[in-house]
């Protein structure tokens, strides 16, 4: 009885902190209480982002020394040769994607399907209809 009431639950660690990035790219760096450079970005599976220089992001520590490892989604792929900071793709399986721009482009890749309302600079669209009034 004595011993259990000495017994102590162990401090409570922070497992998680809020950072700031101060390196741009697909391996950033990150200044929580100091400054970790290389570290990998994890995001949820066919997500790929690529934080701005100053862009708050949660930092995931673990373990003793931070050496745990754990599961929050899947490890991002390599960023497309011209994605700058900022940017964002959505990528499936077969290669299809869609990629949000920095200049306002969005760039589908694959074969699209529509289904519902299609509006094209505010005008709205409707399946082409050539050919048939020859029929």
Same mark, same amino acid.
């Given at each position: 009885?004595?011993?259990? $009431? @000495?017994?102590?639950?162990?401090?409570?660690?922070a497992d998680a902190d809020l950072g700031v990035t101060t390196i741009a790219?697909?391996?950033?760096? #990150?200044?929580?209480?100091?400054? #970790?450079?290389?570290?990998?970005?994890?995001?949820?599976?066919?997500? #790929?982002?690529?934080?701005?220089?100053?862009?708050? /992001?949660? /930092?995931? @520590?673990?373990?003793?020394?931070?050496?745990?490892q754990c599961v929050c989604g899947m490890k991002q792929s390599a960023p497309? @040769? @011209?994605?700058?900071?900022?940017?964002?793709?959505?990528?499936?399986?077969?290669?299809? $994607?869609?990629?949000?721009?920095?200049?306002?482009?969005?760039?589908?890749?694959?074969?699209?399907? #529509?289904?519902?309302?299609?509006?094209?600079?505010? /005008?709205?669209?409707?399946?082409?209809?050539?050919?048939e009034e020859l029929l």
């Open positions: 009885m004595w011993l259990s $009431s @000495k017994m102590r639950p162990a401090p409570a660690t790219g697909d391996s950033v760096g #990150v200044m929580t209480r100091g400054e #970790v450079r290389t570290v990998p970005i994890y995001g949820p599976g066919g997500y #790929v982002w690529m934080p701005e220089n100053g862009a708050a /992001v949660l /930092v995931v @520590k673990g373990g003793p020394g931070g050496e745990e497309p @040769k @011209k994605m700058q900071p900022g940017e964002v793709m959505v990528y499936g399986p077969g290669g299809n $994607s869609v990629y949000l721009m920095r200049d306002g482009t969005l760039e589908l890749r694959g074969d699209v399907r #529509v289904e519902g309302s299609l509006w094209i600079n505010g /005008v709205g669209c409707s399946p082409c209809q050539c050919g």
